[in-house]
């Protein structure tokens, strides 16, 4: 999906980019979610299901602009 918001040029290098941005996220969060079970083994169940909800709601105020018209996909866009 993110490859056909760029140009042909750059194609290539965005799966590369979010492949090497999703390895160095779980590395990280490994680490950082053991110190968090280290304070409380509940910690880290609790903290995921609030980052959850806080990316939800953005995403559900999308899906709503998307489905009253004031925001297109890409595909919409003609992009797709």
């Known amino acids: 999906m993110a490859t056909v918001t760029v140009d042909d040029h750059t194609r290539g290098g ?3 980019f ?3 941005a999703n390895s160095l996220a779980i590395i990280l969060s490994t680490g950082v979610a053991g110190v968090i079970f280290a304070v409380s083994p ?3 169940f609790w ?3 609030v980052l959850t ?3 939800i709601a953005p995403a559900l105020v ?3 602009q998307v ?4 925001l297109k996909t890409a595909s919409q866009a003609g992009r797709g």
């Open 14 to 16: 965005v799966p590369g």
């Open 18 to 20: 979010f492949q090497s």
């Open 42 to 44: 509940t910690m880290p």
């Open 47 to 49: 903290l995921g299901s």
């Open 53 to 55: 909800a806080l990316a």
């Open 62 to 64: 999308l899906l709503g």
């Open 67 to 70: 489905k009253r018209g004031e």
